[in-house]
Each structure stands twice: as C-alpha cells, then as structure tokens.
C-alpha cells in the first residue's frame, strides 16, 4: 500500500493529461516497450484522432454528469456534403460546435441505450449515488519516488470502492476476461487501489450493440496479483530507463526483465551490447 497523501483535484481532462507524471496507461505501454514508451511521450506530430477514445468520453459523462453534457458535447445531424447547401449547413454546424466533441446521431443513440441498460443495474446506481466522478488523484511511489497520475471514473464516497466504466462488444463472463487480458486491465485495477488507498474495484462492462446488456465484474485475487507485479516492474524498470537514459527495444526489453527477476540491473548493457538480440519464440 503506498504511504504518500494522495491529492484529489476536480481539473480538466486536458490538465490532468498535461501532467509530468506516470498514469496506468503509461505503464502499459512501456510494457509493451520501453521504446515505444519513449516515443509516444516525446513524439512532435499529432496524433490521429481515435474516435472511440471520443464515444467513451460521451458515454462517461452521459452516464455520470448529465447535466454537464451539452457544455462538452454536440449531436451533429446528417449533412450531404457532396451538395453545395449541405457543405454550408456543415461548416455552420463546425463553428457552432467549436470547443466541443462532435457525436453523430448513432453514436448518441448507442450512448443512451448504453445509459439506459446500465442503469437498470441496482448495484451499478448504488455505485453511482453519492460519488465523486473523474477526480484527478496525484500522488508519489515510494520505491521509485515517480511522480503517479490516477482518474478513476466513479469514486464512491461511502464504499471502499472504485467504479471503472469500460464499453465493450461483448460483456459476457468469457469474453470480458478476454478483454482484461487484452488491455491490461489486471494492472489498471491494482494500480489504482493501492495507490488511491481502495480496497475493491469494480468494472461495469457495457455492450455497445443491441440488447446493451451491463455486467458487473471484480477480478480475482490472482489477477490482481499478476496485476500488481506488472506495474510495480514497469516503475521500477522505467526509473532504471530514466536513470540510464536507455529505452530497450522489444528483444532487449526482454533481456531487461529478465535481468530484473535475477536483481542483476546493474550489468544490464554490458549484458545487451554483448547478446546477439535474438529470440526463441516458443
């Protein structure tokens, strides 16, 4: 359990993005390479817009903070751009819009039934009732003295919980776990529970096709264990990254970790300068 104060700000997401500070998304894809980690953290060019990044921010917002809703985002109507009046009526809606997120008509019908479906889950509305959403939290690691960002979207204010919203093609048992393998869900968990100070997490998995069925999961203890050993390699091997301004690629990355399970960090290069960087996939 970390030992720091942890800080809670009701800031923007843009502010919370703009902190010089390490969150779970961070760690997982420094897992996924050092260099890549490297590369998303101080690539100039912009980045392509993922649209689902977009919905999911609609969805949570929708869900949590209704009221709030129309001040970030707008519904844009269907436009034939290929006539010359729909090329107007589109630019018009495009200065109307400045500022916020643009959803089509789909996307916003999708929201609701998603809204709807989850909220005739009991357990999920007494999550919803009485809790903060989408606070920033900002805290230190004490082992590494890394300076940690955390968002979670529900945080209820009387139970010892954290509530993660996670849109998804299927919420079934089986295809879920499917999902928490495939994105690091496992390490998402674990980080924010020890480093918030919460003892349970809660992931409400809402379908985003017909019938927009929501399930409730936790994961098991074993989980959360391989979890919690993810992120705690991740910082320690990103303040070694950092120390030695070394950022492996995926075959020396390996060679990293192992060296990391020995407790041998201190001849890594020598080792990797000296490997031939081959791997056996097995």
């Not at 390996?254 to 890594?268: F, H, M, Q, R, T």
Request: hydrophobic letters at 35%; one cysteine or more; a negative charge.
């Amino acid at each position: 359990m970390n030992k720091n104060k942890v800080e809670f700000i009701k800031d923007t997401f843009d502010e919370y993005l703009s902190k010089d500070s390490v969150s779970a998304s961070d760690l997982k894809n420094f897992l996924k390479s050092p260099r890549s980690y490297f590369y998303e953290k101080n690539r100039t060019e912009p980045r392509p817009e993922k649209r689902h990044f977009s919905v999911g921010s609609a969805l949570h917002q929708y869900i949590m903070e209704r009221e709030n809703f129309d001040d970030n985002f707008i519904v844009s109507p269907k436009f034939d751009r290929r006539k010359k009046q729909g090329k107007l009526d589109y630019e018009e809606f495009v200065l109307k819009a400045e500022g916020k997120t643009i959803i089509n008509d789909e996307e916003m019908d999708m929201i609701k039934q998603m809204s709807v479906n989850a909220k005739m889950n009991k357990t999920f509305m007494e999550f919803l009732e009485g809790s903060q959403y989408e606070v920033s939290c900002y805290t230190k690691d004490d082992n590494t003295g890394l300076d940690l960002r955390l968002r979670p979207d529900i945080l209820p204010t009387n139970k010892n919980t954290i509530v993660d919203i996670k849109s998804c093609l299927d919420s079934s048992p089986n295809k879920f776990k499917k999902d928490v393998n495939s994105y690091g869900y496992a390490l998402s968990a674990a980080y924010y529970m020890d480093f918030i100070g919460r003892e349970n997490y809660v992931f409400a998995a809402i379908e985003k096709s017909p019938p927009y069925q929501a399930s409730m999961y936790v994961l098991s203890d074993e989980i959360i264990a391989l979890g919690r050993y993810q992120y705690r390699m991740a910082l320690d091997l990103l303040k070694w990254s950092r120390e030695n301004n070394y950022w492996c690629d995926y075959i020396e990355f390996e060679i990293l970790k192992e060296k990391y399970l020995l407790g041998e960090l201190s001849d890594v290069i020598d080792t990797i300068e000296k490997s031939e960087l081959i791997n056996i996939l097995k």
